[in-house]
């Protein structure tokens, strides 16, 4: 029998130590460490090692495996191309706002198309899996379920039915055997999470992990699962809005920051091919405070509006809140606005927000925040035809931004004509030439052409 020795983990930061501390040393949260019981690593690291002697690493065969389609162009562009066989991807997000009903769906389509599906859930019963295929309309017999908690006895279940894609539904409920600890505990979730990613190399099945996220939104457990993972997906929305964010966090096989949108509806999720139509839904044109930016998620560009309020402080200091862009980035540009152009906004309560709860950080969207603010603070509407683009420094001059020729093309598909751009990045001019480029230098200079 192994020998156990007992470790501690910071369930924040994963820091391990060998005794309970009250503070951690590593992320200075308190009162953060669990017990951990860890085996020691013995005859399976070494008969691993005899398995698999090393070879040449170019020169040697190689052959990169057909990924699995997953049936969704949208899903296939968030995972790089598909699902990469072997790969353990770890899907993370608020409870009910949708990761069952998702790997439900991609399930069944990978099960019609790729090979047999083990659906594994630990939180519901055979019932209820049963009653929301139905709502989603999934037929077939190659994909099954099982309600196995237990890891060891999961291991056989997954030899007899060789699966091509496993999913677990969740890892929190998840139990190795060996461990005396409680599911859902971070040697319990790390022990659980090692054994599968082992598994799914070895017999080379695809397996997604649902993971439960805390109340700051970070995935529950230290981050050392986001490290065991091939790929980590968050999936985001807001409550009362019925579309939803895929997003790639971390991604060993594809682009990293790449989303995909869908909406939620009676029959599941139904992808969004054009989100940025969807973003820009009744847009009321005209409006002193609207102004459109185009940002960028991993590689596609999406055109959302920035909404800014500006009104006098009643009582106490002055206000500033936002949703949807970088609160820091929001304050800087105010007082740039401040500063560099003159306008009086240090007794005015700031409200920033982007239409549809997309959150853009990028500070290429900084320009369009100042419009926003500036057209909303003197009362006068940015023409509705206009996109801003650029990032503002502290001297309230505006700098190049990457891939503009991208969100250019973007916002004429929707039929943007008039863009306000870094004068860096005005060289693209002369490529379209019946579009009406602005090219400025300094905040000061986008109002004058805009406002
Ligand atoms: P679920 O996939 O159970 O969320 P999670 O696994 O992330 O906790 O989704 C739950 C919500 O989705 C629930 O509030 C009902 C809603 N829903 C629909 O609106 N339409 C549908 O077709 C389905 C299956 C769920
Ligand atoms: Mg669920």
Known sequence: MARERISFFCSSCGHETGKWLGRCPGCGGWNTFQEAPVKTKGARTSSAAAEHPPE??????????????????????????????GSVILLGGDPGIGKSTLLLQLAAAVGEQSG???????????????????????????????????????????ETVKPALAIIDSIQTMSHPDLQVPPGSIGQLRECTAELVRLAKFQNFSCFLIGHVTKDGSLAGPRVLEHMV????????????????????????GATNEIAVFTMGEAGLAEVANPSALFLDGRAADIPGSVVVAALEGTRPVLVEVQALVCPTVFGSPRRATTGVDYNRVVLTAAVLEKRVGLNLANQDIYVSVVGGLKVIEPAVDLGVALALASNFRNIPVDAGTVALGEIGLTGEVRACGQVEQRLR??????????????????????????????????????????
């Open 116 to 158: 047999i599906v083990l659906y594994v859930s630990g939180e519901e019963s055979r019932q209820q899996v049963q009653m929301r295929a139905q709502r989603l309309g999934i037929c077939g017999d190659r994909l099954f379920f099982s309600s196995e908690a237990d890891l060891g006895r999961l291991r056989n279940a997954l």
């Open 230 to 253: 091939d790929t980590v997906l968050s999936f985001e929305g807001e409550r009362h809005q019925n579309f939803r964010l895929l997003r790639a966090v971390k991604n060993r096989f």
């Open 410 to 451: 973007e916002a004429v598909r929707l039929g943007f004509r008039r863009f306000v751009i870094p004068e860096r990045n005005i060289e693209i001019r002369e490529r379209y030439p019946d579009l009406e480029l602005i090219g400025v230098k300094t905040v000061r200079e986008a109002l004058d052409r805009s406002l």
């Open 56 to 85: 040449p690493l170019i020169g040697a065969t190689f052959t990169e495996e057909r990924r699995l389609p997953t049936h969704s162009t949208e899903m296939d562009r968030v995972l790089g191309g598909g699902i990469v066989p």
